[in-house]
T-cell receptor, first 113, second 115 residues
Framework: SQQGEEDPQALSIQEGENATMNCSYK?????LQWYRQNSGRGLVHLIL?????REKHSGRLRVTLDTSKKSSSLLITASRAADTASYFC?????????????FGQGTTLQVKP | ETGVTQTPRHLVMGMTNKKSLKCEQH?????MYWYKQSAKKPLELMFV???????ENNSVPSRFSPECPNSSHLFLHLHTLQPEDSALYLC??????????????FGSGTRLTVV
């Protein structure tokens, strides 16, 4: 069953603007991860936030996690045309030792130059 | 290059054909995964291997048969596929198990078209 759901499904912004994507999930997690996928390519790991963390930064990326609301957000600041891609959240569930990530449907981001 | 190499990049096969997808990593990871990505659907986990042992088969039809001869190589054998099996097949690996505390490293995928 689908664990993560991203919102919005599609986002179009101008270069230089900030982009915010949200992810909601259903079960308890060990960690939540964000990935980027350029068209027709593999996914690239961006950032991981553990269940006991609330905020994490990596360059122009800022991720927050609210375990009480079972939600996370990814903020990309000062966006660039090269940020155009699909962004996925993935959750590593805390129950069961399956070692698997469950992905959401993703947010398609278009950054216009 | 991410360190996870998938071949071939593109594959067109008939419904009666038999083909194999290959995935290779030399990152020292001990867990490997197959995912299926269809249009307008979330990535679907197919199989999980940890130290060459299959630990997850996510109700995948038997026309998909995985093989993991060692921790660096993973295959997906295909036979008598259906057109709806056309998708991007992604291989990934991770360092730790259980869970993926360091994140997954994905290959570029094999774009499969079944005709």
């Amino acid at each position: 069953s689908q664990q993560g759901e991203e919102d919005p499904q599609a986002l179009s912004i101008q270069e230089g603007e900030n982009a915010t994507m949200n992810c909601s999930y259903k079960t308890s997690i060990n960690n939540l991860q964000w990935y980027r996928q350029n068209s027709g390519r593999g996914l690239v790991h961006l950032i991981l936030i553990r269940s006991n963390e609330r905020e994490k930064h990596s360059g122009r990326l800022r991720v927050t996690l609210d375990t009480s609301k079972k939600s996370s957000s990814l903020l990309i600041t000062a966006s660039r045309a090269a940020d155009t891609a699909s962004y996925f959240c993935a959750t590593d569930r805390s129950s069961g030792n399956t070692g698997k990530l469950i992905f959401g449907q993703g947010t398609t981001l278009q950054v216009k130059p | 290059e991410t360190g996870v190499t998938q071949t071939p990049r593109h594959l067109v096969m008939g419904m009666t054909n038999k083909k194999s997808l290959k995935c290779e990593q030399h990152l020292g990871h001990n867990a490997m995964y197959w995912y299926k990505q269809s249009a307008k659907k979330p990535l679907e986990l197919m199989f999980v291997y940890n130290f060459k042992e299959q630990t997850e088969n996510n109700s995948v039809p038997s026309r998909f048969s995985p093989e993991c001869p060692n921790s660096s190589h993973l295959f997906l054998h295909l036979h008598t596929l259906q057109p709806e099996d056309s998708a991007l097949y992604l291989c990934a690996s991770s360092r730790s198990f259980p869970g993926a505390s360091g994140g997954y490293t994905f290959g570029s995928g094999t774009r499969l078209t079944v005709v």
